[in-house]
């Protein structure tokens, strides 16, 4: 059986992405790591580098157990899989590459919503990499969330999908597409109407859809 790594820095993301596994890759287990003070650590000044050692060492906890493949859950983060993958012997992957690339591929005018300034700046990074990968010149229009955040770590997951979807629809009202920077705000888009929805980008089912190309390149070899 194939198994998946996943490293969470908020609960919010295990069982959403857990349930994807299961529909898109059935024959799959999936290992969760979860550490929910990476986040707080950053908002608080906190950087990259900083959480990069224990982040190496849930990697290479993983690899122990037997995963064949590494996803990081997190956007905030998503930049230490590239410090991460000549550690070990498997590959690690981000959760919203895949989201970057189908954006960068199929629009000029990106919006990009948060609910952390933390995730706002490498998910641009991501984008603009894969601009530059191209060839191509793409406006990019940012909205942060912050009070979304606020209200999802104190439990009022009602108010936090209020929010992201009044700041969802703000940026389609000016873009071609809207990328979502955070996994945990996937659901909201699931309660726009169906003909909106293409409109937005989310990083869960396209990152999966990677994985799970991955998991065949891996058994082609």
Known sequence: MKKLGIIHTTPVTIDALKKLVSGMIPECETINILDDTILPQLINGGTLEDITPRWEQYAKVLESRGADVILSACSSVGEVVDVVQPKVDVPVMRIDEAMGEHAISNATKIGVAATLETTMGPTINLLRKKAEEIGKTVEFTQQVASSAYE??????????DQDVAAVLKQLASKTEFVVLAQASMARVVATFPTEEQSRFLTSPKLGIAAVKEKFEELASK
């Not at 209200?151 to 936090?160: F, I, S, Y």
């Open 151 to 160: 209200k999802l770590v104190q439990g009022d997951k009602e108010g936090h």
